[in-house]
T-cell receptor, first 110, second 113 residues
Framework: DAKTTQPDSMESTEGETVHLPCSHATISGNEYIYWYRQVPLQGPEYVTHGLQQNTTNSMAFLAIASDRKSSTLILPHVSLRDAAVYHCILRVNNNNAPRFGAGTKLSVKP | NAGVIQTPRHKVTGKGQEATLWCEPISGHSAVFWYRQTIVQGLEFLTYFRNQAPIDDSGMPKERFSAQMPNQSHSTLKIQSTQPQDSAVYLC???????????FGPGTRLLVL
């Protein structure tokens, strides 16, 4: 699976819309973009995933660049509960186990 | 659905002792994954099973670590002769199939003194 690059940390304030970037310049055509988040003392939690089209669910909006070399996870109106480490990973839709990087630590101020 | 269950949640062992960590995947899930997380190394893949068969153990340390899945309802990760550098949070995840979304357990926090 191709490598992703994320900023180590980002800060935000409650109520703001947060844009978490992920770069995956060497992504292959059959690789899906997955996002997980992890709060302290818990395992990672699935957030969303996409292949080419933007996707949205109750947790977030995933914007994928037209060339697929980058993506952005958009968190609207963040609250303190959104403070977590957000992992962007790529997975081929096959039988390989996903590998995680360091992710982006999102801090949310009151 | 209780989610992925890991026991114990915390374990303290002395250097040289054996530690066995347990994972109960979500019922019906055919794939089980083990990861290790430390502040320095982040979230590292260890091994995974599909339909109880070991598929990829490329992340497992070559010595002292072993994993089994004797039945579809649980998997174990065993560390022999534990060392302080084995201290970490060990996470288990399961998915209905390998390609599907993983669901993680809360982890076992292992401390080797």
């Amino acid at each position: 699976d191709a490598k992703t690059t994320q900023p180590d940390s980002m800060e935000s304030t409650e109520g703001e819309t947060v844009h978490l970037p992920c770069s995956h310049a060497t992504i292959s055509g059959n690789e899906y973009i997955y996002w997980y988040r992890q709060v302290p003392l818990q395992g990672p939690e699935y957030v969303t995933h996409g292949l080419q089209q933007n996707t949205t669910n109750s947790m977030a909006f995933l914007a994928i660049a037209s060339d697929r070399k980058s993506s952005t996870l958009i968190l609207p109106h963040v609250s303190l509960r959104d403070a977590a480490v957000y992992h962007c990973i790529l997975r081929v839709n096959n039988n390989n186990a996903p590998r995680f990087g360091a992710g982006t630590k999102l801090s949310v101020k009151p | 659905n209780a989610g992925v269950i890991q026991t114990p949640r915390h374990k303290v062992t002395g250097k040289g002792q054996e530690a066995t960590l347990w994972c109960e995947p979500i019922s019906g899930h055919s794939a089980v994954f083990w990861y290790r997380q430390t502040i320095v190394q982040g979230l590292e893949f260890l091994t995974y099973f599909r339909n109880q068969a070991p598929i990829d153990d490329s992340g497992m340390p070559k010595e002292r670590f072993s994993a089994q899945m004797p039945n579809q309802s649980h998997s174990t990760l065993k560390i022999q002769s534990t060392q302080p550098q084995d201290s970490a949070v060990y996470l288990c995840a399961s998915s209905s199939q390998v390609r599907d979304t993983q669901y993680f357990g809360p982890g076992t926090r292992l401390l080797v003194l």
